[in-house]
């Protein structure tokens, strides 16, 4: 006979950190959806593709957290993710947008992982090191799709030849990324 563990119910700084980045990462996985829809409606179909993988890439992000949750017995509680933004007048905003979201979850994740380091939580601080090497790179990346985008200066087809040259954001084998909930899709 197979026994349930039983999840006690806690609340810390630390998991209310926890649920608030899942909650981050989905918020952006979701707003890179907006984007990618958007410029896949306008025939660019690789910044379409390069916002579905990054989309798909932030989801995992906060799946592996929740992973990380249930690992260490923690109760998980699933945040609702605010509307996005659909609308916009020129491409560059939806860069701009995206560089923003990703200097903004790397300000998120250096809290928690600083939390995780106040509390005396190694096992947590350990996990996290891998969210903040992933974030000094998607910042880095980010910016130069911004940098490429100011350079082509409106010419979307130089941003599609650009990303069929460099495919930046291509998946990588990274083998020290921690497992997500339910597998990577």
């Known amino acids: 006979m197979a026994t349930v563990v ?3 119910p806690r609340t810390s700084r630390v998991q209310n950190l926890f ?3 899942v909650g981050n990462e989905l918020a952006v996985a979701q707003q890179y959806l907006a984007i990618a829809v958007w410029f896949d409606q306008r025939d660019l179909p690789r910044l379409a593709s390069y916002f579905y993988r990054h989309s798909v890439k932030k989801r995992n992000d906060g799946m592996r957290v929740v992973q990380y949750m249930l690992d260490n017995n923690i109760e998980v ?3 609702g993710v605010p509307a996005v933004r659909n609308r916009f007048e020129d491409p560059r905003e939806l860069i701009a947008l995206a ?3 990703e200097r ?3 300000d998120e994740v250096t809290t928690l992982s600083q939390t995780l380091r106040e509390d005396r939580d190694y096992l947590g601080e350990q996990f ?3 969210f903040l090497t992933e974030q000094v790179e998607q910042v880095a990346e980010m910016t130069t799709v911004l940098d490429v985008m100011d350079r082509s200066q409106g010419n979307m087809f130089d ?3 650009y990303l069929k040259r460099d495919p930046v954001g ?3 084998n990274d083998s020290a990324a921690p497992r997500t909930a339910g597998g990577a899709l």
């Open 99 to 101: 560089l923003e979201k």
């Open 159 to 161: 941003m599609e030849d």
């Open 128 to 130: 996290m090191r891998w």
């Open 77 to 79: 509680a699933i945040p």
């Open 104 to 106: 903004a979850v790397t």
């Open 19 to 21: 649920e608030e980045q």
């Open 6 to 8: 039983k999840i006690v």
């Open 170 to 172: 291509e998946d990588r």
